[in-house]
């Protein structure tokens, strides 16, 4: 019997290298899915980076924009409704005055927060939050900026008339003190006239709320104290250490700065003695420089530091009373019945003809002389010398940008 071997090493050989080419091929497919699978979420994960990217973008846009407005807004006047805090800046209604501090810009929208910094409360220094959002509000950004008012009147008067040189009045003149027990400071010699209304008046010491309601203007009921007979201890005159400044060093003793420098860094409105009365009359939280080098500039009838125009005995409501600091670098001479709110400083002569009234402070680096029928009113009120100090220029604070609490 005849035996057959039957030889199968080629099938095994091609079953070998089929298993191989399979092996092969799942894991070239595996490492195509795996590139793939990689790539694609490295895509996912750069546009979700990207679109990120565009909403803080957005965010941050929109907060800077808000600091921007807020700026804007409050560097011009940051309680323009009178109610004693700061306004709200985005103006909805447009009658100048803000109704909202959330609005929406470009693609996003903000949310404003102001601070007062200032020790006493009058908004000189204010701190802006804005915080920023995307359209679709998953990203937000915080920046903080603060803005400044320069103080134009570092050194208040302590009374409300101060001259260098001389003060004569051969009209009337009334000069209240209600704070205190000083009216007149003068570097020469002061001379109340005959007129039987002239007179000064301090607080008075029998005053139920005395001495307190010296600490709050205009409450001490005053009491008369010099008239045209008497000169009392409320008038200072003679007075070497006044009559010996220099001019910038009398200005210098109110101001803080050099004529030049005040007028160069503190002025808001620049004026000269011919369009004065157009340019000051109603001109409220503002830093006023008349330019008197061509002649006497005469204010006839004016109001200055109040919204709306003064006349006679009338005088400007509480909530109407935004003052303003004039400097007029000449002479000048008081026409008409004018109205000042804040303090008014003539560097040279003041000679008044008419009947001005002075809620605040007057000063003179030279003389003041009153005509017969001239009839001078000064009321000195603390109150309003502090808000003067608001009329200084406004601007963003060095170095308070940032995008971080602290």
């Not at 008046?201 to 307190?212: F, I, K, L, S």
């Not at 010398?385 to 963003?396: N, Q, W």
Request: proline share 3%; net charge negative; charged share 15%.
């Amino acid at each position: 019997m005849r035996l057959v071997t039957v030889k199968n090493f080629k099938a095994s050989d091609n079953y070998q290298k089929g298993a191989a080419s399979l092996v092969m091929s799942m894991v070239i497919l595996a490492l195509i899915t795996f590139v793939t699978i990689y790539t694609s979420r490295s895509i996912l994960t750069e546009q979700k980076i990207a679109n990120n990217d565009y909403r803080a973008k957005q965010a941050f846009g929109a907060a800077e924009a808000g600091i921007a407005e807020a700026i804007s807004y409050l560097s011009e006047d940051p309680d323009r409704n009178l109610d004693g805090s700061i306004d709200l800046v985005f103006d909805k209604d447009t009658d100048n005055v803000g109704t909202t501090n959330a609005a929406t810009i470009g693609d996003g929208s903000v949310t404003l927060t102001t601070t007062d910094l200032s020790d006493d409360g009058d908004m000189t220094i204010i701190r802006i939050q804005a915080v920023g959002f995307s359209a679709d509000n998953t990203a937000t950004r915080t920046i903080f900026r603060d803005i400044s008012t320069l103080n134009p009147l570092p050194n208040m008067p302590d009374n409300p008339m101060t001259a260098r040189g001389s003060m004569i009045v051969n009209g009337s003149a009334t000069i209240y003190n209600p704070e205190g027990h000083s009216t007149i400071w003068s570097g020469d010699n002061v001379a109340l006239g005959s007129n039987n209304s002239t007179a000064t008046q301090v607080a008075d010491p029998t005053d139920a709320g005395y001495p307190t309601c010296m600490d709050t203007p205009m409450t001490c009921n005053t009491i008369q104290s010099s008239n045209k007979v008497t000169i009392g201890l409320d008038v200072i005159e003679h007075d070497s250490n006044l009559a010996n400044l220099t001019d910038d060093e009398f200005f210098f003793n109110f101001f803080g700065m050099s004529r030049t420098t005040y007028k160069d860094t503190m002025v808001t409105v620049e004026t000269d003695h011919s369009n004065a009365n157009t340019d000051a009359h109603l001109t409220t939280e503002e830093v006023i420089w008349v330019d008197g080098s061509g002649g006497t500039t005469d204010l006839n009838g004016i109001t200055v530091g109040c919204v709306t125009a003064q006349t006679g005995s009338n005088v400007c409501p509480n909530n109407q009373t935004k003052p303003s600091i004039l400097v007029v670098d000449g002479n000048a001479t008081f026409s008409g019945s004018p109205q000042f709110y804040g303090i008014v400083y003539v560097t040279g002569t003041i000679s008044v003809t008419g009947g001005p009234s002075v809620h605040g402070a007057l000063v003179t680096g030279s003389t003041l002389t009153s005509t017969t029928g001239g009839g001078l009113s000064i009321w000195y009120n603390s109150e309003i010398l502090r808000s003067a100090r608001k009329t200084g220029r406004t601007g963003t604070s060095a170095g308070s940008w940032r995008d971080f609490e602290v």
